[in-house]
């Protein structure tokens, strides 16, 4: 089981830069890859960036990439997000999730096995 905690969420700019962060619970954080997802009111919620158990491979949703950066250190069992060139269609909650795939990267929100509370992210045009 692993229990998740994101954080580093709030106000900025257009054009500003947040980075997020998710810990991890638990000594198998390195068993599991790990995905970003957000929702925005009155949508479904989006994948936005994932990373294999190693960090040696990521992928991103297209409406992020060159934006984006995820990355993790498994040593702290933690997981980042560092978001720059922040837009107003950016802001949403963000989400980390837990895939015990490991070695796979998913992009649908169903394979994920375990998830954090969120962290609202604003964007300010």
């Known amino acids: 089981q692993v229990q998740l905690v994101e954080s580093g969420g709030g106000l900025v700019q257009a054009g500003g830069s947040l980075r997020l962060s998710c810990a991890a619970s638990g000594r198998t954080f390195s ?10 009111p009155g949508k479904e919620r989006e994948f936005v ?3 294999n158990w190693s960090g040696g491979s990521t ?4 409406s992020v ?3 984006f950066a995820i990355s ?9 997000l560092q978001m720059n060139s922040l837009k107003p269609e950016d802001t949403a909650v963000y989400y980390c999730a837990a895939d015990r795939s490991r070695v ?3 992009t649908t929100h169903r ?3 375990h998830w954090g509370q969120g962290t609202q992210v ?4």
């Open 65 to 67: 990439k060159g934006r």
């Open 111 to 113: 394979e994920y096995d």
């Open 104 to 106: 796979q990267l998913h």
């Open 72 to 80: 993790r250190d498994n040593a702290k069992n933690t997981v980042y």
């Open 49 to 51: 960036a994932a990373i």
């Open 122 to 125: 604003t964007v300010s045009s």
């Open 31 to 40: 068993s599991y890859a790990m995905g970003w997802f957000r929702q925005a």
């Open 59 to 62: 992928y991103y949703a297209d």
